[in-house]
């Protein structure tokens, strides 16, 4: 039996946004979609979501937003969420926001963790880390636009050993953003190699009234644990690893609460979350069914970890292209109900 560490999943106040539990799941292109999100909702643990991440540009055209309005997937029952956005021009970005807030969103995170080429190549992303003063000038630009509470998500750096996070931490706590979460990779690391938590440790000593919420490595209580432990972090962030895997924050705040290990999902609830997962896709999409399951497949693959013939499920999962084949690879599992 491990000792209970209740007082490492205190509130979190962002802004005057109670969050109740700090535990977060973190913004993924392509994944973190609403029904994603509503999944993670449903079997508790997670205190806040974030949405997709939005590039700023198009929305400040009609044909743009129009565009873009098919990822306007958040609703009242999700709150409190975050609404991310990016983009390298301080006006455009703060422009974005307020488009996003006249849609509802009550809370605006922006990136600057995103290392992908595409994003990086337009100034976006983790790129603006390259320049403190630029990437202050976008918080501060989108504090201004709003009337909602902006938070910040960056890398350690974009440069392998060039810790910016920790000056720029000091300068977005001082132009108005109300929390900052850290992923202590560099950007030029991708996923690859490890996350060195001492930056998210350095970024808690200097801010001095903003929750720092800490991410990458997290895949179990016993990291979440970790990390509170280690860093001093207010939050922590979890992403890839709850893909396939929505029920990992109720595991980890359950063991952090209590002391004992969660139970894990049988066969039967793995299937079962991974169809509810599809089916809710399908209802909150505007894709047709086929372009939905070629997105999600790869995703819904993940749940056949830990079925009986994982292998042969999952070989059926990815090569789906429908629901009825979705039920099909499932239909073992679920009709055995183990």
Request: hydrophobic share 45%; aromatic share 6%; net charge neutral.
């Amino acid at each position: 039996m491990i000792a209970p560490t209740q007082p490492l999943l205190k509130p979190m106040n962002i802004g005057g946004i109670t969050i109740d539990t700090p535990l977060t799941l973190a913004p993924m292109a392509g994944q973190t979609n609403h029904a994603f999100r509503t999944l993670c909702r449903s079997f508790g643990g997670v205190g806040l979501v974030c949405t997709e991440v939005l590039s700023s540009v198009p929305l400040l055209t009609p044909g743009g937003l129009r565009h873009s309005q098919r990822l306007f997937d958040w609703t009242p029952d999700e709150f409190p969420i975050a609404v991310q956005l990016y983009g390298a021009e301080p006006q455009i970005v703060a422009e974005g926001a307020r488009v996003m807030v006249d849609h509802g969103a009550r809370i605006i995170d922006i990136n600057m963790g995103c290392w992908v080429p595409k994003v990086v190549k337009k100034g976006g992303g983790a790129a603006l880390l390259r320049d403190v003063c630029t990437a202050t000038a976008v918080v501060e630009a989108v504090v201004k636009a709003v009337n909602v509470p902006v938070t910040v998500k960056v890398r350690a750096g974009f440069d392998d050993g060039v810790v910016s996070a920790i000056p720029f931490a000091r300068a977005a706590e001082q132009v108005g953003a109300q929390a900052i979460a850290v992923h202590a990779r560099f950007a030029k690391q991708g996923f690859t190699g490890h996350a060195d938590w001492e930056v998210i440790r350095q970024v808690k000593e200097v801010v001095t009234s903003i929750p720092v919420i800490g991410n990458g490595d997290v895949t179990s209580a016993t990291d979440a644990r970790r990390m509170f432990e280690q860093t001093g972090c207010d939050g922590v962030m979890i992403g890839r690893a709850a893909l396939g895997n929505p029920w990992l924050f109720s595991q980890i705040e359950h063991e952090l609460t209590t002391g004992q290990p969660a139970p894990q999902p049988t066969p039967y609830q793995r299937a079962e979350a991974c169809l509810r997962q599809a089916v809710l896709t399908l209802e909150t999409s505007k894709l047709k069914e086929r372009q939905v399951l070629l997105e999600l497949r790869g995703q819904l693959a993940k749940y056949a970890d830990g079925m009986p013939d994982s292998h042969v499920i999952r070989s059926a999962i990815v090569r789906a292209e429908s629901l009825a084949e979705i039920e099909a690879a499932l239909s073992g599992v679920l009709h055995g109900g183990g």
